[in-house]
């Protein structure tokens, strides 16, 4: 009578076992085929978007920066969309994600300001590499203009 108890035990295991096989095996499956799929995507939206800035003339370090944006910007929610097909519960990391952006933000204030001060000048173009400038008490020629910083040739 006990043998037969496990071998019962033993056979409810292995159907209780395949059972999540194959639940999960799809759900692993379905992931990876979104993650290949993503990935793809991104890869050719990010080549049309650098072929559409070539015939738009957009200045070279501009390119650089939207196009990685771009490509980190959809990867992340692409790895979200992919850990959400595969059962993660998302809410809690959304939010440990917002609050970890809130902390680096507060801590990196005044970089985020030099960057966003490149991003505007970048944009709007108020000066160009050549033009004579004066700012904040210097002026100069502006010899190269960075996301973070603008470089200035001054007449001394």
């Known amino acids: 009578m006990e043998e037969y108890a496990s071998i019962d035990k033993i056979t409810e295991i292995l159907n209780y076992l395949s059972e999540m096989a194959v639940t999960y ?10 993650l290949i799929i993503g990935i793809w ?5 990010a080549k049309r978007i650098n072929k559409l800035m070539d015939k738009t003339n957009t200045d070279p370090s501009l390119r650089g920066f939207l196009k990685s944006l771009l490509s980190i910007t959809l990867k992340l929610i692409l790895f979200i969309i992919v850990l959400t097909t595969m ?4 809410t809690s990391f959304i939010a440990i ?7 680096v933000g507060l801590a990196l204030q005044g970089t985020l300001q030099n960057f966003a001060g490149g991003v505007i000048i970048l944009l709007f173009k108020p000066y160009k590499v050549g ?3 004066e700012a904040q008490g210097y002026m100069g ?3 190269a203009i960075e996301i973070f910083v603008t470089k200035l040739t001054t007449p001394d």
């Open 41 to 45: 995507v991104i890869n050719m939206l």
């Open 97 to 103: 994600l917002g609050a970890a952006s809130l902390a």
């Open 87 to 90: 059962g993660v519960e998302m």
């Open 141 to 143: 020629t502006v010899s």
């Open 25 to 34: 095996g799809l759900k692993l499956l379905a992931a990876l085929f979104i």
């Open 131 to 133: 033009d004579f400038i």
